[in-house]
């Protein structure tokens, strides 16, 4: 399938693709464009969008991108539920230190989108940031159950 975003990936247009690409679509294709562009690209394309302004899978009820594609996708797994919380506070600038690994992740984001502007690029570098949070959040879970 193909899904489809706003350019310039910040930690929510990051840990999306690698939520999608880890636990849904192993196959996926993302396409990147200026958010005006979205629905656009969306029709012709038959891509889903995802946090992008007035689509299924973006902000809603102060939940950000990443925990509404896990609840329309059915992820429960304890992992992911505290990944989950660390993206979101990372992402939603108001919450931003209601969770204390949160302000690391900004911190990562913005320093991987100095050094790759490039979308595309940009997410598989940080693919193996979220791969290693997620081995921690599973540690975690193991821990407490």
Not at 94 to 115: F, K, M, S
Not at 123 to 144: G, S, T
Request: some cysteine; glycine content about 4%; aromatic content about 10%.
């Amino acid at each position: 399938m193909k899904w489809i975003t706003r350019s310039h990936v910040h930690v929510d247009r990051v840990a999306c693709p690698w939520l999608i690409t880890r636990f849904i679509d192993s196959q996926a294709e993302f396409l990147f464009v200026p958010k005006s562009q979205v629905e656009k690209v969306a029709k012709e394309t038959g891509a889903i969008p995802y946090d992008a302004p007035d689509v299924e899978l973006g902000h809603h009820d102060g939940k950000c991108s990443f925990e509404t594609i896990m609840e329309k996708y059915g992820l429960t797994e304890p992992a992911l539920l505290r990944l989950a919380k660390i993206v979101h506070a990372a992402d939603i600038e108001a919450d931003l230190h209601t969770d204390e690994i949160a302000p690391g992740l900004e911190a990562i984001a913005v320093g991987y989108n100095l050094r790759f502007p490039d979308d595309m690029e940009n997410l598989r570098r940080q693919f193996e940031v979220y791969d290693a949070l997620y081995a921690w959040c599973r540690l975690q879970a193991a821990k407490q159950g």
